[in-house]
C-alpha cells in the first residue's frame, strides 16, 4: 500500500466492462472498495453490463446498495469499445478527474490503482499498467498468445509509430482532461482494438504517456472474451489507422 499522502482526493472511477462474470464480481468489487478505504481514494466504481444473461447485472445492483458502485445496463452497440466508452460517459456526469479502466477477471490486480494515480499525481496525462516493462510479467498464458502478444505489440508499434511497449493492456489510468478532449465518435473499433485506437489518438493529443510495471494473471474464472476474431480485427484496425489521414482521424 502507497502512504496515504500520495493519494490526492480528487474524484477516481474505475470503470469494468462486464460480460457474464458472475463468478468474478462479486470478488473483484468489495477488493476495490477495500483498496479505495486502506489508500483514502475518493472512488466509485462503475460496471457497464452487456446484458449479460449470467446475471452479473443484477448481481451489481445488489453490490451497489453496499459499495460505492454505478451500473450502467447495456442492451444495444454492445461490445468492449463501446461498453468502455459508456463507463467513460458515466464517470464525467459524476465529476471524475481520473478515471481507469481494468478488467473483472483479476488478471489487473486491485491493488495497482494507487500506483496509477500516483503516476498520474506526478505527471503523466495516461498511465498504463504494463507488461512490458521492467519488473511486469505474465502469468499463465500459452507460447501461442505470447507470440501473438508480442507480434501484435511489434506490428502496431512499426506501423504506427505508438511509443508504449504494452500497447494492448486494458489496465489504464487518465486524467479526465484527456477524455474530454479526444473525438470518440471518430472510433471505428469496437472489440479489444478499441485500447489500440485510443493510445494511437492519445498519443496523437501528445499527452504524456507513462507505465506501470504489473504482473498480469491469465484468468482463472469464467471465459476470456479474447477470439480469432478479435485478434483479426486488431491488426485490421492497425492498417485502417495506418492508412488514414490523421486529421481524420483527431478532428472533432
Known amino acids: 500500500m502507497l502512504k496515504n499522502e500520495m493519494i490526492k482526493s480528487d474524484k477516481v472511477s474505475v470503470i469494468i466492462p462486464t460480460y457474464n462474470e458472475k463468478e468474478n464480481i462479486t470478488r473483484i468489487i468489495p477488493k476495490i472498495s477495500e483498496v479505495f478505504k486502506k489508500n483514502k481514494i475518493n472512488g466509485c466504481i462503475i460496471i457497464s453490463d ?3 444473461p449470467d446475471g452479473t447485472g443484477k448481481l451489481a445492483d445488489n453490490l451497489s ?18 461498453s468502455i466508452i459508456d463507463g467513460f460517459k458515466k464517470a464525467k456526469e459524476i465529476n471524475s478527474k481520473i478515471v481507469i479502466t481494468m478488467d473483472c477477471d483479476f488478471s489487473h490486480n486491485p ?30 498464458w500459452s507460447l501461442w498468445r505470447h507470440f501473438c502478444s508480442a507480434g501484435a505489440g511489434s506490428f502496431s508499434k512499426i506501423m504506427l509509430g505508438l511509443k508504449a511497449k504494452d500497447v494492448t493492456s486494458g489496465f489504464r489510468a487518465y486524467k479526465i482532461k484527456v477524455l474530454k478532449n479526444i473525438p470518440f465518435e471518430n ?11 485510443l493510445l494511437y489518438m492519445v498519443q496523437m493529443k501528445d499527452y504524456k504517456i507513462k507505465e506501470v510495471p ?3 494473471f491469465d484468468r482463472t474464472n469464467g471465459e476470456s472474451k479474447l477470439s480469432k476474431k478479435e ?3 486488431f491488426f485490421l484496425t492497425i492498417l485502417r489507422l495506418r492508412f488514414t489521414r490523421r486529421s481524420n482521424i483527431i478532428k472533432k
Not at 500506483?115 to 519488473?135: F, T
Open 231 to 233: 485478434i483479426v480485427k
Open 214 to 216: 504489473i504482473v498480469f
Open 111 to 140: 491493488n495497482i490503482i494507487p500506483k496509477l494515480i500516483k503516476s498520474l499525481n506526478s505527471g503523466a496525462d495516461v498511465s498504463i499498467g504494463s507488461r512490458r516493462v521492467e519488473g511486469g510479467k505474465i502469468v499463465g
Open 65 to 82: 446498495k453496499k459499495y460505492p458502485l454505478k451500473v450502467i445496463h447495456r442492451t444495444k452497440n454492445r461490445g468492449y469499445g463501446n
Open 50 to 52: 452487456d446484458n449479460s
Open 187 to 197: 472510433i471505428k473499433s469496437n472489440g479489444y482494438s478499441f485500447l489500440e485506437e
